[in-house]
């Protein structure tokens, strides 16, 4: 959690447009989304908590308790054996991302570019 909240604080400080939140916000967030989920205490390991900070998408986040809600309806401590028992723990965070973007949707979707409308050429020749 230390180096969490540290690496947090260190972005914050490098660009802190790009990263808004502090790192106590964060961490207090991964926190809650791994525990008041369906999950419990049982999830808060290492290898989730890391996973499920990996996923913290601003995109994600800023839709709030939908976020949260999300963890319902993936069981981290279930993938985590699953993954684990197959030689794929380091794929972790791979499959929790992919399970919120069947969720929540894309985590890189931006707003679609809005059209500039082309000058008339009867308006040019004037």
């Not at 809600?69 to 965070?93: C, F, K, N, P, S």
Request: net charge positive; aromatic share 6%.
């Amino acid at each position: 959690m230390q180096t969490l909240l540290r690496r947090y604080d260190l972005l914050r400080g490098i660009d802190p447009t790009r990263f808004t939140a502090k790192g106590e916000e964060q961490v207090t967030l991964l926190l809650r989304t791994v525990f008041e989920s369906s999950n419990g205490a049982a999830a808060l390991t290492v290898p989730i908590l890391r996973a499920v900070s990996g996923c913290m998408h601003k995109t994600w986040v800023e839709k709030g308790l939908a976020f949260i809600e999300a963890y319902d309806r993936i069981h981290l401590v279930g993938l985590h054996w699953m993954l684990t028992d197959l030689g794929l723990e380091d794929q972790l965070e791979r499959v929790f991302r992919h399970k919120l973007k069947e969720i929540l949707g894309s985590a890189l979707a931006t707003a679609a570019p809005k059209k500039t409308p082309r000058p008339n050429a009867a308006r040019m020749a004037a």
